[in-house]
């Protein structure tokens, strides 16, 4: 009996994301969610990741399909990796920021703590879109009071031949080597969300 009273109390963390999340074109198991959870049971931090990544997936994805995933999960954090195929699609700005608003509200609502995973698009966009975009997940994070990881791919996409080394032929999709960065990145506020419960 006491076994299945401490598995029910072990905090969910919900990851609503894109290919980024979804392993795409990777081994699975070997992509930043399935890290995170190795990070957590290796330093006895009570959590059980769910990959809800979706390759190709908007904002207006997730936030369809969030509910039903609080429903089903019922989790203690959430955290939202989508933005990138908003930009990819030339989405407007103020759709993504609603979208991430949105969730982000959906989400505390349904007693989670939020982690908002930000992202950048590359410097062809032009200077002006890029600071808009980035500007997106700081706004929600500030508007809604949740955590925000600023960018995921730090210390990959902007080290220098990057591409050649840390990412998929593809270009766009951070290859193996570059996953345990991304679990990196994302780690201390995860951590702090789960033990500050």
Request: charged letters at 20%.
């Amino acid at each position: 009996m006491a076994q299945t009273a401490s598995a029910a109390t072990v905090p969910t963390v919900l990851v609503v994301g894109d290919s980024l999340t979804a392993e795409y074109g990777l081994r699975r198991g070997s992509g930043w969610v399935a890290l995170l959870q190795q990070r957590l049971d290796s330093e006895k931090v009570p959590g059980r990741m769910v990959n809800a990544g979706i390759s190709a997936d908007t904002t207006s994805g997730g936030r369809t399909r969030l509910p039903a995933l609080l429903r089903q999960h019922k989790p203690a954090v959430v955290i939202i990796e989508l933005g990138g195929n908003d930009a990819l699609r030339g989405m407007p700005l103020s759709m993504t920021r609603d979208n991430l608003a949105s969730m982000a509200r959906l989400s505390r609502e349904a007693g989670a703590r939020v982690l908002l995973v930000g992202m950048e698009v590359p410097p062809n966009y032009g200077a002006k879109y890029t600071q808009e975009f980035r500007q997106v997940f700081k706004t929600v994070a500030q508007a809604e009071k949740i955590g925000l990881v600023p960018f995921l791919l730090a210390g990959v996409a902007d080290l220098p031949d990057a591409t050649a080394t840390l990412f998929q032929s593809d270009r766009i999709h951070p290859n193996e080597m570059a996953q345990p960065t991304l679990a990196a990145n994302v780690w201390p506020a995860l951590r702090a969300l789960l033990v500050k419960r």
